[in-house]
């Protein structure tokens, strides 16, 4: 692992530490534990996604917006 994933980790780390508590549903609350926290990894896992997810919509919103563009009309479509 390398310094920029360790600030990844850590950066996520702090945002969940930083979050206000919510209202838990308890089924939900107890399906999570019984289906995702009884698997070992499940922590490594669900970083992983999370951090690939964040890197994924970063890239999307770094790509430019084509707002206003317009597409090139065919040959048929002009008539």
Avoid: C, F, K, W
Wanted: no cysteine.
């Amino acid at each position: 692992m390398d310094h920029a994933e360790q600030q990844l980790i850590g950066n996520l780390a702090e945002r969940i530490r930083a979050a206000q508590p919510v209202a838990e549903d308890p089924q939900a609350t107890a399906a999570v534990q019984r289906l995702i926290g009884s698997q070992p990894d499940a922590l490594y896992v669900l970083t992983q996604a999370v951090l690939l997810q964040e890197q994924a919509l970063h890239q999307a919103d770094s790509r430019p917006h084509n707002q206003g563009a317009t597409l090139p009309r065919s040959r048929d479509a002009e008539g």
